[in-house]
């Protein structure tokens, strides 16, 4: 019997970006996944910037810029009556060739549809050559035995069942996860936004039918309000029209096909590749885990697609949970890292679902407008005016740096507070700060390096200022007593002191900001404060 240090649960994007991040940390994992790894209708599409700063970290920013996505496709939201009919407004947007990251990062977001990103994900975990990666087999239960897991698995391939043993387990499996039913943990929120028939057909010639040009998304508005959305899933002849509203058994094949000649606003040949009929949901788990089993992505947190925030917010928990893995199974981790996994990640999951669902509400803020595609003067006026107003709304959904940047650990057990007030939460403004519980800030090096590129494994200790010279000594004693992997980085630039606010700032091996101060008084209280092991109210505070 092979026992794994880590069991993931599913081979979606999450559960990949988990087994490779413990990769990257040296750590093996076995993957169990039901599908064969065939994607048969890719959803996410959009890799937050987020998402980008790990895949740095990770070393495949360049296998996600390559993609076979096209760089030159220009990423305009169109709003129109139909792809032949009136443009009501345009949010136009760069292809991922032209367009650059903006200040606050070294990245920008990418296009990389779900069947080109996953298999970049499993090319990186196979090459590092530290995980099991086992389709066709599913997970059927699993039972905590105290210091280790056993779950019971099928292989589909085999036909036969079997036992893996794991001293931790992971549920990355997806919205309806097993791992969370059988942990019992209930889920809040609404069962049912919308019921939405998505469909991916195949016409080459798309583009040349209307005159609206290469867009990377078409949302379609009638006189009875929004209705689909027509999406260039991979930039060339594959199209993914979703119609929003549709009824809860979903449509069938002769509908999708109306519909699509509907959008289109004539008739012309297509494929029909798939029709997947799909709720949308407003979720999130009470909880993230229980004794050694934890969950992440999907299986903890459940969204509507609009913003983009669903598998971005899976891989910042994956992100987040990889280094505690790593503490715990090295024993320098204390009780304290497994409940601040909740108490971390719970609180993105409920903004970031908050806001999927009111960009859903605006997607859907058109109502009835009889005269919108009348060509009269009443109908030109109608259409300025909605498309105005949509214009307006959906910016809120185009424009969300300070959700995917901006997202701090406030109420964590394991960081230091430093006594500064709360800045507000802002979905489309970031400014860079490295309060505690922050993303330590990304600045340009002198050398052309980013800061983000100095945070590894283990913990960073910056250190930006000339007093305080015992302080890097303190803390690197601390962290070698404890086994606590910490790397002192000095560094003379006025720019990153200002951002970062503080002679001292210790980063976490997931690149968020544990602590920042002048000087340490007990670095060792620190240090056992962000490892989890001293509980919130101990004598690590802020100096
Ligand atoms: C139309 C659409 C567009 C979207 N666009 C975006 C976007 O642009 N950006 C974004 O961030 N998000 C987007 N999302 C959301 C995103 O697709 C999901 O959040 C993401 O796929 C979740 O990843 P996951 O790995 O948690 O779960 P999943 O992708 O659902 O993967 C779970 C895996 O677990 C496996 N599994 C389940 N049960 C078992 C079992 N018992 N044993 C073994 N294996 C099992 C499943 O086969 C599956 O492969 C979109 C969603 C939709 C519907």
């Known amino acids: 019997m092979t026992e794994y240090p880590i069991l993931i649960v599913g081979a979606g994007p999450v559960g990949l970006a988990l087994a490779g991040d413990l990769a990257w940390r040296g750590i093996s994992s076995c993957v169990v996944e039901r599908s064969d790894g065939t994607i048969e209708q890719p959803r996410m599409d959009m890799v937050g910037i987020r998402s980008m700063e790990h895949a740095r970290r990770w070393g495949i920013v360049h296998d996600v810029e390559n993609s076979p996505y096209p760089r030159d496709y220009p990423q305009d939201n169109v709003y129109v009556t139909s792809l032949t009919g009136w443009e009501l407004g345009r949010e136009r947007f760069p292809s991922m060739g032209d367009d650059r990251p903006p200040p606050a990062s070294p990245q920008k977001r990418e296009r990389?549809?779900?069947?080109?990103?996953?298999?970049?994900l499993r090319r990186w975990v196979e090459r590092q050559g530290l995980t099991e990666l086992r389709f066709r087999t599913e997970l059927a239960g699993f039972r905590d035995a105290g210091d280790h897991v056993v779950a019971e698995v099928s292989d589909h391939a085999g036909g036969r069942t079997g036992e893996i043993h794991a001293r931790y387990l992971v549920g990355c499996d997806g919205a309806a996860s097993r791992v969370r039913e059988q942990l019992g943990i209930p889920?809040?929120?609404?069962?049912?936004?919308?019921?939405?028939?998505n469909v991916i057909f195949r016409d080459p010639d798309l583009v040349e039918r209307h005159d609206k040009g290469r867009a990377y998304r078409f949302i379609v508005i009638d006189t009875e309000g929004t209705w689909a959305t027509i999406v260039a899933i991979n930039g060339r002849d594959r199209w993914r029209m979703s119609v929003v509203q549709a009824p809860?058994?979903?449509l069938t094949r002769t509908e999708v096909e109306t519909a699509i000649r509907r959008a289109v606003g004539r008739d012309f040949p297509f494929d029909v590749l798939s029709i997947t009929n799909w709720k949308r949901r407003e979720l999130i788990a009470d909880r993230y885990g229980k004794g050694?089993?934890?969950i992440a992505g999907d299986a903890a947190h459940v969204m509507s697609p609009t913003g983009g925030f669903g598998m971005n917010t899976g891989i910042g928990d994956a992100v987040d949970l990889s280094w505690k893995l790593e503490a715990l199974l090295g024993g320098w981790g204390g009780s304290a890292l497994p409940e601040s996994y909740t108490v971390e990640r719970k609180p993105i999951a409920e903004r970031n679902v908050r806001e999927a669902s009111a960009n859903l509400n605006r997607m859907l803020s058109p109502g009835e407008n009889p005269s919108l595609c009348d060509d009269t003067p009443e109908g030109a006026a109608t259409r300025a005016r909605v498309g105005a107003e949509f214009a307006e709304a959906m910016r809120h959904e185009w424009y969300t740096l300070g959700i995917h940047l901006g997202y701090r650990y406030d109420e964590s057990p394991i960081v230091v507070p430093d006594g500064t007030p709360a800045p507000p939460v802002e979905h489309a403004r970031y400014v860079p700060r490295?309060?505690?519980g922050s993303r330590a800030p990304h600045v340009v090096l002198a050398d052309g390096r980013s800061t983000l590129d100095l945070f590894g494994r283990g913990f960073t200790l910056l250190a930006l200022g000339a007093q305080g010279g015992d302080v890097p000594a303190a803390f690197e004693r601390a962290a070698r007593g404890r086994g606590v992997p910490l790397r002192v980085v000095t560094l003379d630039e006025p720019q990153v002191r200002e951002i970062y606010g503080a002679p001292f700032v210790l980063v976490r091996p997931d690149g968020h900001v544990a602590w920042r101060g002048g000087s340490a008084t007990d670095a060792a209280a620190i240090v056992d404060r962000v490892r989890g092991v001293l509980r919130v109210g101990s004598p690590a505070t802020a100096s």
């Open 434 to 436: 490295a309060r505690p």
């Open 292 to 294: 050694r089993v934890f």
């Open 112 to 120: 990389c549809p779900q069947d080109m990103f996953d298999p970049i």
């Open 248 to 250: 809860p058994d979903g």
């Open 187 to 197: 889920m809040q929120g609404k069962t049912v936004l919308t019921n939405t028939t």
